[in-house]
Each structure stands twice: as structure tokens, then as C-alpha cells.
T-cell receptor, first 115, second 114 residues
Framework: DTGVSQNPRHKITKRGQNVTFRCDPISEHNRLYWYRQTLGQGPEFLTYFQNEAQLEKSRLLSDRFSAERPKGSFSTLEIQRTEQGDSAMYLC?????????????FGSGTRLTVV | GENVEQHPSTLSVQEGDSAVIKCTYSDSASNYFPWYKQELGKGPQLIIDIRSNVGEKKDQRIAVTLNKTAKHFSLHITETQPEDSAVYFCAAPGYGGSQGNLIFGKGTKLSVKP
């Protein structure tokens, strides 16, 4: 296990379609985060899990977005009825609360393009 | 809630010179301040962080300083090299010290000219 893995790396979809992204965190990390990053901006928080519990969710997160982490391991982020404004890089990160270093380890992201 | 401002947005230096990037934050309860480096096509990578109980931390050519009174922290890179060229982001906890949610600055694009 060498890092956070995200799939797919790229996704092009038509407006109105549903898409689902997967994140596999570092195995010993119990916290998992989803962020969104648009061009020229810093990552923007979407939601985070501690084990299987979703503990925080951004107020900016539309009802079309849902995330799960059913067994406290991998997570999925689903966007329903995609809109052009959803085009962005979706980043997953994980961290271990028990470590002295609380810093996230990010994956390489899934780039979504809605056409 | 927390607000993080980062300056400058772009920075160009000659190889071997130093680079300094500054961030301010608004929530006095924030106690953890990481810096991330993002290369093209990759996710951000943690390069250094500092907690509010210290004023400075160094790791080889990289250092971070924190001024809690003024609520600002800075990234210092000495003896810059072309491979330091990337976008750098500062961040602070979103809710009074919680590490569940980081608020990121808008980034600084650093270019190191050979």
C-alpha cells in the first residue's frame, strides 16, 4: 500500500448523467476526506469520514452529491444529474488521527468534465 | 468560520535564491498549519506543517514560521532549485482546531528559473 488511490483518473460525461468515483485510502488511515478543486483554486472541502461515519459535510455540497464509506475502508462519491459547473478535480485524502502527523495524504484525483 | 488568505499568487525567482510565501488566517483557535506542494496532474503533497505551540520549524531547505498574535504563517524555501517549481498551498483547520476540515489558500505558483 503505497498511497491513496483514486479511480478513474479522468471522466467525461454528458450533462444530466450520474457519475461515481472511488477512493482507496492508505490502509491504516481511519479518516477519509473528499475535496473539489477547480482551476486556479485551492482544494475545497466536501465531506469527511472517520471509519464508516460521515462526520462533516460542507454546506456548499448540493443534494446531488452523496458519499459513502460502508466498511470504513474505500469510499465512493456519487454525483447525480451532473451539471457543467460540476467539472473539476475531485480529490480524496486520508489521515490517521493516532499519528503525530495529522497531515493529509492526497490521491492524484479524478478529473471530471461535464459536456 | 476560518478564512485563509495567501500571497503572492505567483512568484518567480532565480535558481539559488530564496522564496517566501505568506498566509493569514482569521480563527484564533486554529492550531495546525500545513503547507502543500502540487505539481501538474498530481494531488497536493504535504511538505511541512507547524502546530501553534512552536514558532518555527525547519526541514532541510524548507522552513515555516508562525506568528499567532498576528495570525499569519509563512513558508520559506532557501537555495531554490528548478524542481521546486510548483503550486504551493497553505491551509488551516476549518472549525476552531478541528482537523476534520482544512481551509486552503488559493495557491502560489512558484517558478524557479535555471
Amino acid at each position: 500500500d503505497t498511497g491513496v488511490s483514486q479511480n478513474p483518473r479522468h471522466k467525461i460525461t454528458k450533462r444530466g448523467q450520474n457519475v461515481t468515483f472511488r477512493c482507496d485510502p492508505i490502509s491504516e488511515h481511519n479518516r477519509l476526506y473528499w475535496y473539489r478543486q477547480t482551476l486556479g483554486q485551492g482544494p475545497e472541502f466536501l465531506t469527511y469520514f472517520q471509519n464508516e461515519a460521515q462526520l462533516e459535510k460542507s454546506r456548499l455540497l448540493s443534494d446531488r452529491f452523496s458519499a459513502e464509506r460502508p466498511k470504513g475502508s474505500f469510499s465512493t462519491l456519487e454525483i447525480q444529474r451532473t451539471e457543467q459547473g460540476d467539472s473539476a478535480m475531485y480529490l480524496c485524502a486520508s489521515s490517521s488521527r493516532g499519528s503525530l502527523n495529522y497531515g493529509y495524504t492526497f490521491g492524484s484525483g479524478t478529473r471530471l468534465t461535464v459536456v | 468560520g476560518e478564512n485563509v488568505e495567501q500571497h503572492p499568487s505567483t512568484l518567480s525567482v532565480q535558481e539559488g535564491d530564496s522564496a517566501v510565501i505568506k498566509c493569514t488566517y482569521s480563527d484564533s483557535a486554529s492550531n495546525y498549519f500545513p503547507w502543500y506542494k502540487q505539481e501538474l496532474g498530481k494531488g497536493p503533497q504535504l511538505i511541512i506543517d507547524i502546530r501553534s505551540n512552536v514558532g518555527e520549524k525547519k526541514d532541510q531547505r524548507i522552513a515555516v514560521t508562525l506568528n499567532k498574535t498576528a495570525k499569519h504563517f509563512s513558508l520559506h524555501i532557501t537555495e531554490t532549485q528548478p524542481e521546486d517549481s510548483a503550486v504551493y498551498f497553505c491551509a488551516a483547520p476549518g472549525y476552531g482546531g478541528s482537523q476534520g476540515n482544512l481551509i486552503f489558500g488559493k495557491g502560489t505558483k512558484l517558478s524557479v528559473k535555471p
